[in-house]
T-cell receptor, first 113, second 115 residues
Framework: DQQVKQNSPSLSVQEGRISILNCDYTNSMFDYFLWYKKYPAEGPTFLISISSIKDKNEDGRFTVFLNKSAKHLSLHIVPSQPGDSAVYFCAANPSNTGNQFYFGTGTSLTVIP | DTGVSQDPRHKITKRGQNVTFRCDPISEHNRLYWYRQTLGQGPEFLTYFQNEAQLEKSRLLSDRFSAERPKGSFSTLEIQRTEQGDSAMYLC?????????????FGPGTRLLVL
């Protein structure tokens, strides 16, 4: 059963505009969330994380928002650049079971020049 | 390059053969993870080590799969009697335990094709 869901398999955005990638989760024990970016033929690269004690974390062009009551998080990329074109995975870590990360199925972002 | 490395990057084998993959983590990292990723899916956890101790195993890890980390540094993942359903990307990640919540850093993966 998929505990972390990314319901949009793909997203296209014009260069310079905002990209918003969404992620929903079902397990209320998840308290740490991460976003990874993956290029073809490479492993996932860590992008940004957020703990459940926060509702926002920002790093340069990347901001992650967490809505605990809705069990929803989103990644905002502003402004989007062609080099941001990749598959983005949301991952979650529960507080009660070791260090297993649960990943979503990914959203393929294409930034159009 | 001080990132996570995996070898080989690609492996093609015939059904029923055994295969072994190697992962070298970031040198100061004491935790090492194995994940499997199939097409259209995110990485799925298989197992993890803290130093040389294997602390968690997923139910996805059938008895044909075995992982070791004998000296707490590199790790191997062996699949015995491979099946076509084992075809996937096998990802290794490492992290440093302690303090704030950890971040796992991934290697490039080993893509396995079982014919």
């Amino acid at each position: 059963d998929q505990q972390v869901k990314q319901n949009s398999p793909s997203l296209s955005v014009q260069e310079g505009r905002i990209s918003i990638l969404n992620c929903d989760y079902t397990n209320s024990m998840f308290d740490y969330f991460l976003w990874y970016k993956k290029y073809p033929a490479e492993g996932p690269t860590f992008l940004i994380s957020i703990s459940s004690i926060k509702d926002k974390n920002e790093d340069g062009r990347f901001t992650v928002f967490l809505n605990k009551s809705a069990k929803h998080l989103s990644l905002h990329i502003v402004p989007s650049q062609p080099g941001d074109s990749a598959v983005y995975f949301c991952a979650a870590n529960p507080s009660n079971t070791g260090n297993q990360f649960y990943f979503g199925t990914g959203t393929s972002l294409t930034v159009i020049p | 390059d001080t990132g996570v490395s995996q070898d080989p990057r690609h492996k093609i084998t015939k059904r029923g053969q055994n295969v072994t993959f190697r992962c070298d983590p970031i040198s100061e990292h004491n935790r090492l993870y194995w994940y499997r990723q199939t097409l259209g899916q995110g990485p799925e956890f298989l197992t993890y080590f803290q130093n040389e101790a294997q602390l968690e195993k997923s139910r996805l890890l059938s008895d044909r799969f075995s992982a070791e980390r004998p000296k707490g540094s590199f790790s191997t993942l062996e699949i015995q009697r491979t099946e076509q359903g084992d075809s996937a990307m096998y990802l290794c990640a490492s992290s440093l335990a302690g303090g704030a919540r950890e971040t796992q850093y991934f290697g490039p993966g080993t893509r396995l094709l079982v014919l």
